[in-house]
């Protein structure tokens, strides 16, 4: 590379990621193929409209690669139409936002607290400022289960034109069959934002929201799935749907779709369709529930009672008088990267909450099995109850370094 300066800093981000281990759950690392796909010349092009309907000549080969992007998201998901175009999970939430409803319409999404997402009706974001959204939440943040009396209540009184599932701090499984016969029930749209855990559900070891009948599912790839930073809006079967939220992303809120990015994707979705991704996403599921385990063994309150998917959110206030800002501190420092986390009816604020949360999706991507994970568990505890003293914390940071150098970050999936 000629410019020096960035180089160096890409080389620095590369060796960062290779050292440290990676323990945000909506983090990954895409392998060499998706890479070079994004990297392609794919970005010089524009590419305004859909496949066969552009507002640019040379389309040959974009269409193409969209064509094929869009067909392998429909077989991975199962459904009829995808748009493959939205260039984050944000914007596609929007885009379905700005389709179906008008302003002031309601939407029925889960409280932020207990582990929805800010596009799901934060009163910073723009979404907020045009519709209005209404909450449900857990029944008991101990368990995990979600109060559907209660939402079905809300559902029934506020006339919501969409009912949202979805999160990003939840580590259940969510009966996606109680959320259609609710949202039937009030002639509602079902939308269920999967942005974590499509990874999951492609590979078939979490339950497909589109199974239970929902109508649509908005995603990122760059989470479980293991693609590039981007978003996608699947339609089950409604064409009058699919025709609105195309419309809505271009010319609605987008205007030239990244091909880049949408080559990659349709790498990743290649990807994800093999055997060995399907091994890799259960192996997710063991890694997180070894986990858990050993947080359960030395008594940590995990919100939900431990996991069901790929993700740990673990009140390290409440149990161990460390805030979450502290243990996110101490972590890093031994070369642990996660996040604090707000819990459900979390006394402290957000820029210093009670909670952290944690994933095993990266990790696994190295290679990490049961056995491994559960060491950087113990870890994990080491530190949170000595987050003051420096030997202790080299040591444990000694470890970490062992194990990342022998699980190297891998470049090629199949
Ligand atoms: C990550 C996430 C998003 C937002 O995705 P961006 O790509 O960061 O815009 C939306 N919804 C949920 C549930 C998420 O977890």
Redesign the pocket.
């Known amino acids: 590379m000629r410019d020096k300066k960035v180089e160096k800093l890409i080389k620095s981000e590369e060796k960062r990621q290779a050292k440290g281990l990676e323990l945000i759950p909506?983090e990954n690392y895409v392998s060499e193929d998706v890479l070079k796909a994004n990297g392609s010349v794919f970005t010089n092009k524009y590419s305004e409209g859909y496949p066969g309907r552009r507002y640019y000549g040379g389309q040959d080969f974009t269409d193409a690669v969209e064509r094929l992007a869009i067909e392998r998201a429909c077989k991975l998901f199962k459904c009829k139409y995808a748009n493959v175009q939205p260039h984050?999970?944000?914007?596609a939430?929007l885009a379905v936002y700005a389709a179906l409803l008008s302003p002031g319409d309601t939407v029925l999404g889960m409280d932020l607290s207990h582990g929805g997402?800010l596009?799901h009706g934060h009163p910073m974001t723009l979404p907020a400022k045009i519709y209005k959204f209404v909450n449900y939440k857990m029944k008991n943040p101990d368990t995990g289960e979600i109060d559907y009396e209660n939402l079905r209540k809300i559902a029934l009184e506020h006339k919501p034109k969409i009912i949202l599932a979805?999160?990003?701090a939840y580590s259940r499984s969510l009966n996606y069959k109680k959320f259609v016969e609710i949202a039937r029930e009030v002639g509602a749209v079902t939308m269920a934002?999967m942005?974590?855990i499509a990874g999951l559900i492609a590979a078939g070891v979490l339950r497909n929201p589109f199974d239970d009948g929902f109508d649509i599912i908005t995603s990122?790839t760059?989470?479980t799935l293991r693609g590039p930073?981007g978003?996608i809006i699947l339609t089950r079967e409604d064409e009058e749907i699919a025709k609105k939220i195309d419309k809505s992303i271009f010319p609605g809120i987008q205007g030239g779709p990244h091909m880049h990015t949408i080559a990659a994707k349709a790498v990743a979705f290649g990807e994800a369709m093999t055997p060995k991704y399907k091994a890799y996403a259960k192996q997710i599921l063991k890694n997180a529930k070894a986990m858990a385990e050993v947080f359960k063994k030395n008594n940590i309150r995990m919100i939900g009672g431990g996991t069901d998917n790929h993700l740990i959110l673990v009140d390290v206030f409440g149990s161990l008088g460390v805030t979450g800002k502290e243990a996110q501190t101490a972590l890093d420092e031994v070369g642990i990267t996660l996040n604090m986390n707000s819990i459900a009816g979390d006394t402290r604020k957000p820029l210093d909450p009670s909670g952290i949360r944690f994933g095993t999706p990266a990790i696994t991507t190295r290679g990490f099995k049961e056995k491994e994970c559960a060491y950087v568990a113990e870890l994990m505890i080491t530190v949170l109850k000595n987050k003051d003293d420096k030997k202790i914390k080299e040591a444990v940071h000694k470890e970490i370094k062992k194990l990342a150098k022998k699980f190297p970050i891998p470049k090629k999936f199949v």
Do not use: Y
């Open positions: 909506s984050s999970g944000a914007p939430n997402h596009t979805g999160f990003s934002d942005a974590h990122t760059h989470k930073r978003g």
